[in-house]
Nanobody
Framework: QLQLVESGGGLVQPGGSLRLSCAAS????????IGWFRQAPGKEREGVSC???????DYADSVKGRFTISRDNAKNTVYLQMNSLKPEDTAVYYC???????????????????WGQGTQVTVSS
């Protein structure tokens, strides 16, 4: 059974950087599409970035040019490098795994069946 564990969250000042990791166990990730999502208090969960099994990527407009998603199948891990962080990036970040029927669904949470427990990212001075 696929299990996902996020790590790397924390408190960072505006303009700072963090790298989130999503480590998988139970099965290999190389045949899965992976998404990063976030949920801030009082807001709906939103798609941040995704990477397919063939390394195609997509990003929410709010993070384009600041965040980079990557995967290392040998380590069974997906990363989210977050630079130039803003207070509005504060949220719990989740990774999720699934098999997408269409690439354009990459940032939709309903397309993913396995989720991690989340890691808190707080951007504040």
């Amino acid at each position: 059974q696929l299990q996902l564990v996020e790590s790397g969250g924390g408190l960072v000042q505006p303009g700072g950087s963090l790298r989130l990791s999503c480590a998988a166990s139970g099965v290999t990730l190389d045949s899965y599409d992976i998404g990063w999502f976030r949920q801030a208090p009082g807001k709906e969960r939103e798609g941040v970035s995704c990477i397919t099994e063939i390394f195609r990527t997509d990003y929410a407009d709010s993070v384009k040019g600041r965040f980079t998603i990557s995967r290392d199948n040998a380590k069974n891990t997906v990363y989210l490098q977050m630079n130039s962080l803003k207070p509005e990036d504060t949220a719990v970040y989740y990774c999720a795994a699934g098999s997408l029927p269409l690439f354009r669904l990459c940032l939709l949470s309903a397309e993913y069946g396995s989720w991690g427990q989340g890691t808190q990212v707080t951007v504040s001075s």
